[in-house]
């Protein structure tokens, strides 16, 4: 540990939005760290927020090097993004949102979230 005061499995923060999050994997710190950035974004209402990231090597367990794996909740975004890799040769392929994994980083009682999750999918 670089010090007493660093962040030890366990620790509890609380995000830009007043969510707190227990950090379980402390090598998961980039989507702590985005999480608060995208909280951030919001407070403009944007029409769209789009992360590009390397935050975890899961997505390329699942997908290998022939795509990048995409988030969204936008019919009409994912529509842009398969268009422009269609065109340049940068595939993408679309990931579920399914509450299934929403009940896996959020159904806590000390906190509302967790930076890891749990079950299989566990990184």
């Not at 030890?8 to 999480?35: F, H, M, Q, S, Y």
């Not at 009940?103 to 906190?111: G, H, R, V």
Request: some cysteine; proline content about 3%.
């Amino acid at each position: 540990m670089p010090s007493g005061s660093a962040t030890k499995p366990g620790d509890v923060v609380t995000a830009r939005n007043g969510k707190t999050i227990c950090v379980d994997n402390t090598d998961a710190e980039g989507r702590l760290i985005l999480a608060d950035a995208l909280c951030y974004s919001s407070e403009f209402k944007p029409k769209w927020v789009l992360d590009i990231a390397t935050l975890t090597g899961a997505i390329r367990v699942a997908l290998g090097t022939a795509a990048t794996g995409v988030f969204t909740n936008s019919n009409k975004l994912y529509s842009l993004l398969e268009s422009a890799g269609s065109n340049t040769g940068d595939r993408v392929w679309r990931q579920p949102l399914w509450k299934h994994y929403t009940k896996q980083i959020a159904e806590f009682t000390a906190y509302d979230l967790n930076n890891q999750g749990k079950g299989k999918g566990r990184r």
